[in-house]
């Protein structure tokens, strides 16, 4: 098992707290005046939680292992073919769900770089067009790479989409769209707000499952 690696803040707190930040990072967060004696004693006192936390996080960053012979686009699962002698880097054909490449497929910074690039070229269109066609008064939208969110609105009209929802399957981006579009008529998660999502958008239960199942795709990339 991988060593584990302890993170010691010392914080204006009145009492001493762990946290799990992946399956060898643990955070220390204790009092000013905590000694180290007495971080040491929290750490073997609490042992067995954290083996049991950081087991169950080795678990789940198994399950996202990257295939390295397939790229998964707005859920449909395309076929990496190695072509070293292209002329382009990257080549996708979207009707046979291939991508030709002559760059290394298993380095995450490659496939971030290409969904990112795709997040403009499908993602922001797509959520221009509906806020135009159902009347949703949106001012700006972002590509971003949040590691905890989807996606954002602002009070001011802006709309903050993640790119790695280039992952999910199309009925998904379109329930993220319509989820922060809402929040340009509701700046909340009222009651209200939710009938009027699911009115609006009837597959949001589906999609909210998808999103819950996959979310430690925000963490990987
Ligand atoms: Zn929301």
Redesign the pocket.
Known sequence: MAEIKYNILHKKVKNASLRIISSTEVRVTVPIAYSQKLIDKLISEKQNWITQKTDLMVEREKAVEIDPDVFPLMGIDYKVIYTPFMFTDIKIDYNRHVVKTKVDMNNLKVRAFLYRKLAYKFLKPRILKTAEEDGFPLKKVIIRGQKAKWGT?SSLGNISLNWKLMIAPEFVIDYLIA??LM?LRYMN?SLEYKRELRKYYPRTDEAQTWLKAHNNLLRIY
């Open positions: 609105c989820h922060e929040h998660h």
